[in-house]
Structure formats: structure tokens, C-alpha cells
């Protein structure tokens, strides 16, 4: 059986869109969905799906999130890495490779679940050689959203599309990556930035990045209606995955 590659999850951010509902000074991860936190519904779902080792790359709230943790019994181990100060996604994915040496990771947003089978992921980014992978979702209004476009036979990425007014499906990225380290380490990048924006849109032509458009279900807790509607999504899709394991 093909091993589980470790898994970074970004818990960092500030979570200000959600202070209105969770209050000031509350991590996001900790965010209750149906009466457990949002963290503990990631662990979960990632263990179901065979991931052993978890790097949680925190900042804000980072006191709070450790204490939680040191009160779980869980079934992988997860290691902490704190931000001193803030990153950006594209900062704290290499801060967690060059703390942790992996050679490959997959990452992912701290605030988003999905219904992606990581086995397949992992393969498809084996199979396909490429430096690094994007799990995508199909929506039927990616007005919100940038959208990907790729070559329907390579599943190579060509560009990403800017958000439009006009309401239109498309696939989006769904914050979900696998990433080779040595590729990425050899860029000369700043402390701080973003990941998408001011990385992977940039290197589009000097790296080969792949699209894995196989998400169906998607949730993102980051603004209060869909924290709402997490509440019970969140549970049906790791009922969910809990029965396709």
C-alpha cells in the first residue's frame, strides 16, 4: 500500500471574517461545527484516509490550539510549527519544509474540508511527474473565484483566470496542494507571500503544475454563511468518508 505523504495544514490566518460570529481574540481552527472544532473534523477526515504524520502551521491563536491538542487522544501525529510573525501561505509552506526536511508534502487550508480522496491525489501526482499538484472543484458560479484553465488531456495547468462579474461554471482551486520540496526551495523567494498570487501564478511557464479536478464536495468555513452551512455539511461529508475507507 502506497504510503501517505505528511500533510501541512495552514491554521494561521487571522480569521477576520469569521470574528463577527466567533469574537475577537478566537482561532478559526478552533470554530465549532457541530459542536466539535473545525480542527478536529481536519483530523479526523485525515486519518480515515490513511495520513499518519500532520505538520499544523500556526500563528494566530497558536497558545489555544496547543492546549486543545495536548487534551486529544489521536490516531497520527502532528507536529507544530509557529509563525513568529505572519507569513502568507507561500511564506509558511516553506518555513514547514525547511523545518520539517520532507521531500514531498500535501498541503492544505486550514479552513476548508473536501471530499478528495488523497490516495488518488498522491498517485496522480506520482504517476504524473509533475513538481507540483492542485486539487480542483467544479462550480456552477465562479464568479466568486478565479478559475483554472488546463489542457483536458495532460491536466496541465495553463493559467489562472481572473474573477468575473459575469456568472459562469469553472473549476477552482480548491486549497489543496502536492508540492515538491526541492523544487520550490530552489526559487529565491521573500519571507512573505502569497502562495497563489505571488508564486504559482508567476511561475506558471517554469514549473509543471497539474490539476487533479476530481473534488465534488467542498466546504469553507472562512465567511459566516458558509460556517453556517458547515455545520452540517462538515459531518455528512466525513460520515462520508468514513463509509469509503
Known amino acids: 500500500m502506497r504510503k501517505m505523504l505528511p500533510c501541512l495544514i495552514l491554521a494561521g490566518g487571522l480569521g477576520t471574517r469569521l470574528r463577527p460570529v466567533l469574537g475577537e481574540g478566537f482561532p ?97 501526482f506520482d504517476v504524473g511527474g509533475a513538481d507540483l499538484a492542485i486539487a480542483a472543484t467544479s462550480v456552477s458560479d465562479a464568479s466568486r473565484y478565479g478559475t483554472l484553465e488546463f489542457d483536458a488531456g495532460s491536466r496541465r495547468l495553463i493559467a489562472f483566470e481572473e474573477k468575473r462579474p459575469v456568472q459562469a461554471p469553472g473549476f477552482i482551486n480548491a486549497g489543496v496542494y502536492a508540492v515538491d520540496a526541492a523544487r520550490l526551495l530552489g526559487f529565491d523567494l521573500p519571507e512573505r507571500f502569497s502562495f497563489e498570487d505571488d508564486f504559482l501564478r508567476r511561475q506558471i511557464t517554469s514549473l509543471d503544475i497539474r490539476v487533479f479536478p476530481e473534488i465534488t464536495e467542498f466546504i469553507d468555513i472562512g465567511i459566516p454563511s458558509d460556517y453556517a452551512r458547515a455545520q452540517h455539511v462538515v459531518p455528512l461529508m466525513c460520515e462520508q468518508s468514513a463509509h469509503d475507507t
Not at 478552533?30 to 486519518?47: I, K, N, T, Y
Not at 499518519?52 to 497520527?76: A, K
Not at 507544530?80 to 501561505?89: A, F, H, M, Q, V
Open 28 to 124: 478559526k481552527a478552533l470554530a465549532s461545527v457541530d459542536g466539535q472544532p473545525f480542527l478536529a473534523w481536519m483530523l479526523r477526515w485525515l486519518e480515515r484516509q490513511r495520513v499518519t504524520d500532520v505538520v499544523l502551521s500556526l500563528g494566530y491563536g497558536c497558545g489555544e490550539i496547543t492546549h486543545w491538542l495536548s487534551r486529544q487522544s489521536l490516531g497520527l501525529s502532528v507536529t507544530i510549527i509557529e509563525e513568529d510573525k505572519p507569513l502568507g501561505t507561500g511564506g509558511a509552506i516553506l518555513h514547514a519544509l525547511w523545518t520539517c526536511g520532507a521531500p514531498r508534502m500535501i498541503v492544505l487550508n486550514g479552513d476548508t474540508i473536501t471530499d478528495l480522496d488523497l490516495c488518488s491525489f498522491v498517485e496522480f
